[in-house]
């Protein structure tokens, strides 16, 4: 199982980055994804997470009204839509899948994901 993810880079305050985050070695429409990020010298925290089939989404209060989150099971890619980012947004952010087994449509507990990508850098100057 891979997923890679893309499109981090160095933007402006209130400037915006589309992520993704492509799979491949699993059947993706049957994993709950989640994307979170990690701050220098700060614990991993909790995004966004979208059902399997696309159905249903969640927020951290972080990104409520400034992030989107979306699939494509056709192409096996989750996208994470940055907004009005700020300084503090800056981290390295990592997708990452887990299993649906038909109860949870999503779940925001990292250690709950069974696999991870290698994260994409995301730096908001001021």
């Known amino acids: 199982v891979q997923l890679q993810a893309s499109g981090g880079g160095l933007v402006q305050a209130g400037g915006s980055l589309r992520l993704s985050c492509a799979a491949s070695g699993l059947t993706f429409s049957r994993y709950i994804m989640g994307w979170f990020r990690q701050a220098p010298g700060k614990e991993v925290e909790f995004i966004s997470t979208?059902?399997?089939?696309?159905?249903?989404?969640f927020f951290a209060d972080s990104a409520k009204g400034r992030f989107t989150i979306s699939r494509d099971n056709a192409k096996d890619t989750v996208y994470l839509q940055l907004s009005s980012l700020r300084p503090k947004d800056t981290a390295i952010y990592y997708c990452?899948?887990?299993?649906?087994?038909?109860?949870?449509?999503?779940?925001?507990?990292?250690?709950?994901?069974?696999?991870w990508g290698q994260g994409t850098q995301v730096t908001v100057s001021s």
């Open positions: 990452a899948a887990k299993w649906y087994n038909g109860v949870h449509l999503y779940t925001t507990t990292a250690s709950e994901y069974d696999y």
């Open positions: 979208i059902s399997a089939s696309g159905s249903t989404t």
